[in-house]
């Protein structure tokens, strides 16, 4: 199967309906009924469709949904990558070619319990945490930059309550800095 995928890779992604056309025509005209694609296909495909991605970084995405599909597993957490998935694809808007999902947190943040997150890398979700709690959005969200260090860091501050990170609760307050200083501490 893989290297189909690589065979594809070259090419321009079709549409849906016409791959199922040209599904048709590689079985000499026999009517040929297409799988449905899975819930990370279709969340990949709207992401895709909206973005205007290249095929390759559609092929990422599937990869990256198949990783964290294995990770949602591993951690018990399959079920609630799967409501996600089922809200995203209802919720999924598209304006300037950027996308967003409203009416998903509850959802994305029982999957965020589990240490996972779909579509947005650890400084985005700082970011939207930050912005809730009245302080801005001062990471850069470049995957490319959210490592390391500063992906600990962005990951300490997305698990933070607006209280926490304010300053108005204390306990977490410290155990926010205690998660900081461990990234700048403990990691290259």
């Not at 549409?15 to 296909?41: H, I, K, M, N, T």
């Not at 994305?108 to 400084?123: P, T, Y």
């Not at 990471?139 to 990170?165: K, V, Y």
Request: hydrophobic share 35%; glycine share 8%.
């Amino acid at each position: 199967m893989r290297e189909q995928v690589r065979v594809r890779a070259a090419m321009p992604r079709p549409s849906r309906p016409l791959q199922a056309l040209l599904s048709a025509a590689v079985a000499g005209g026999a009517l040929v009924v297409a799988g449905c694609p899975s819930p990370d296909e279709r969340a990949c495909d709207a992401v895709c469709d909206c973005t205007g991605c290249s095929e390759a970084r559609y092929l990422e995405c599937l990869d990256e949904a198949e990783a964290t599909r294995k990770t949602a597993e591993a951690a018990s957490c399959a079920g609630a990558l799967d409501e996600l998935l089922v809200c995203l694809e209802e919720e999924l808007e598209c304006k300037d070619d950027t996308f967003s999902f409203d009416g998903c947190e509850d959802q994305e943040a029982r999957l965020n319990e589990c240490g996972i997150s779909v579509f947005r890398n650890a400084c985005e979700l700082a970011n939207d945490r930050l912005t809730e709690c009245g302080q801005g959005a001062p990471l850069g969200t470049d995957p490319a930059s959210c490592i390391g260090q500063i992906e600990c860091n962005a990951r300490c501050i997305a698990e933070t309550s607006c209280a926490g990170l304010n300053g108005l609760d204390p306990e977490e307050n410290v155990r926010f800095g205690e998660c900081t200083n461990l990234c700048f501490s403990q990691m290259p």
